[in-house]
């Protein structure tokens, strides 16, 4: 059975500061994994997708990257900022279509 | 507590006709999310509803969707004159405050022939 994890649960870092948020999978055989963005009375918003047969993907001020064999992902945020505060999850897809969640890490970046 | 349930799992349709896709939120569950993924693409947010009212729906196209969340019932995402790039897997999610986690269904995948 397919389990994701992020750690840490929460985190707060000053502004300007690079972070890194972490994602990790129990079952190898996926077929991407994406990282997600929600904030408060919004849906999720999609950050970055990897395709299993990749290794990073960047986006601006963001970059992620991808172990299929370790089963970990990293999500880094360069030179944060008060805007980026934010639940960031992680969630990889299945062969069969499902995607499975992780519970999220609660950022917050300090002015 | 059943999880969110999607109706029907699958649906194939001819093009210029309509898909009605069902979503059953968590019991005790007042908000829902649809989202589309596209082949080979993430999952990109549609709309946002509570109860009889649409919250955001900025990731919904301008024409043929619509979607409602009656007071009675499930949610439902009606996409009229489907044509071919309308394919794709929706999912629904719902979640009972505005803060909380999504919990997501198993997605319905829509063909259009």
């Known amino acids: 059975k397919q389990e994701v994890t992020q750690i840490p649960a929460a985190l707060s870092v000053p502004e300007g500061e690079n972070l890194v948020l972490n994602c990790s999978f129990t079952d190898s055989a996926i077929y991407n994994l994406q990282w997600f963005r929600q904030d408060p009375g919004k849906g999720l918003t999609s950050l970055l997708l990897i395709q299993s047969s990749q290794r990073e993907q960047t986006s601006g001020r963001l970059n992620a990257s991808l172990d299929k064999s370790s089963g970990r992902s990293t999500l880094y945020i360069a030179a944060s900022q008060p805007g980026d505060s934010a639940t960031y999850l992680c969630a990889v897809s299945l062969a069969d279509d499902k995607i499975i969640f992780g519970k999220g890490t609660r950022l917050h970046i300090l002015p | 507590n059943a999880g969110v349930m999607q109706n029907p799992r699958h649906l194939v349709r001819r093009r210029g006709q309509e898909a009605r896709l069902r979503c059953s939120p968590m019991k005790g569950h007042s908000h829902v999310y649809w989202y589309r993924q596209l082949p080979e693409e993430g999952l990109k947010f549609m709309v946002y509803l509570q109860k009889e009212n649409i919250i955001d729906e900025s990731g919904m196209p301008k024409e043929r969707f619509s979607a409602e969340f009656p007071k009675e019932g499930p949610s439902i995402l009606r996409i009229q004159q489907v044509v071919r790039g309308d394919s794709a897997a929706y999912f629904c999610?719902?979640?009972?405050?505005?803060?909380?986690?999504?919990?997501f269904g198993p997605g319905t995948r829509l063909l259009v022939l």
């Open positions: 999610a719902s979640s009972p405050l505005e803060l909380e986690t999504q919990y």
